[in-house]
DNA sequence: GACACTACCGAACGATCGTTAGGTTGGCAA
DNA sequence: TTGCCAACCTAACGATCGTTCGGTAGTGTC
């Protein structure tokens, strides 16, 4: 009986318990928050014992760790394909419009790794925080410079208030955003649109 | 000399206990998260006892809803304040200006209250979200109107996702902004100018 | 000067937390 | 067939959590 959960786990769902606890585990914290999902809880959703998490992370921050790492390899690959993609000769809104539905996409294909960065992270323990911290800058320098290239009338801390304030924008999207509404190209163009065009136009 | 205490804090201190509790709570929940804030933690910050905070609060979930309360009252009365005070010929960028502005003020004036609606109030219990969403709906309300008045070419769909996504880029301020660089005013110009005549023109 | 009331304190409650120690099992390798 | 190892288990640890109980010191009232 025992016995037979194990094999019935596996036959019915391919994917390893390892990367059910991530899963499980990045959707418990971005919808709970981090402290608020205990191990017990995690582990209920995946049907295992507390302790049994230990046998695949160190701890619950370093759970929470590769969930935001995950999260940020996603984003930052998605970045760099939707730049390989573009045509050399692509128009300025156009490149934003590429960027920002692969932010997107991103942001909902990875939903709950990707989401955890805006949810989750400002209210990590400072360790996780500081370990996750080079990627998240990293990527951020990939959208100064695409501002900048974009919108050369802007100095250096308009450009900083416009990435500022689009992350914002694009990153509010996880809370009010239904994917079965629509494609996240179609909500990108509805904010690249009245973004690059402005409100007057609209 | 336990007597003194209570007596020092009196004469240098003018904050009664009970909004000292309010202010210290907000600050700690806003940096630190609900969750991860204990009562001990706040009760430190006070220089009371974890016990005498239920002398003046019913339960920590009752502090944090009076928190949200204040918090929203004071981004509505702001609003408000923006309207009375615009001529009533104002144009629609000089509107719009106004009440980015006015909802800028009041998240770093009453800073931690306001700005816990952003980070807190995702993870904050059921209960208390549920009491505090009537207010939040409101305040909304007054967003809608008044985009869908300046921007007459939008439809609902836009209109949401431009009240949606201009509210994810002003709270996402309370995370990079420093008041000490600038007064909220041209924080909001720097906004609601590329937002109204596009990056096109930046 | 007795009384009530507000504002606090000290000590403790049961519950829950992250984590650890020490098994057990089922499948693969030799 | 034996041995090994990954993948789990049961049981419990100490710490910390929100909360409660029964006080006490100071202040104003009659």
């Given at each position: 009986m025992v016995a037979m959960t194990t094999a019935a786990r596996k036959t019915t769902n391919p994917e390893t318990g390892r990367d059910r606890i991530l899963r499980e585990a990045a959707e418990l914290f971005l919808t709970r928050g981090y402290a608020e999902t205990s191990l017990r809880t995690i582990a209920d959703a995946v049907d295992m014992?507390?302790?049994?998490i230990y046998h695949h992370f160190e701890s619950k921050d370093a759970l929470l760790t590769e969930i935001l790492e995950i999260g940020m390899e996603a984003v930052t690959t998605a970045f760099a394909a939707a730049a390989a993609e573009?045509?050399?000769?692509?128009?300025a809104p156009d490149r934003l419009h590429a960027h920002v539905a692969a932010h997107l996409e991103a942001l909902f294909s990875h939903h709950a790794f990707t989401a955890a960065h805006v949810t989750v992270f400002p209210f990590a323990p400072a360790e996780v925080r500081a370990a996750t911290v080079p990627k998240r800058d990293a990527y951020e320098a990939n959208w100064t410079a695409l501002l900048s290239a974009i919108a050369p009338g802007l100095d250096d801390d308009g450009v900083s208030i416009a990435r500022l304030a689009l992350f914002g924008a694009m990153n509010s999207?996880?809370?009010?955003?239904?994917p079965a509404n629509g494609s996240t190209s179609d909500l990108a163009a509805a904010i690249v649109g009245p973004l690059w065009n402005g409100l007057a136009n609209s």
């Open positions: 014992q507390p302790a049994s573009l045509p050399p000769n692509a128009s999207t996880v809370q009010w955003f239904d």
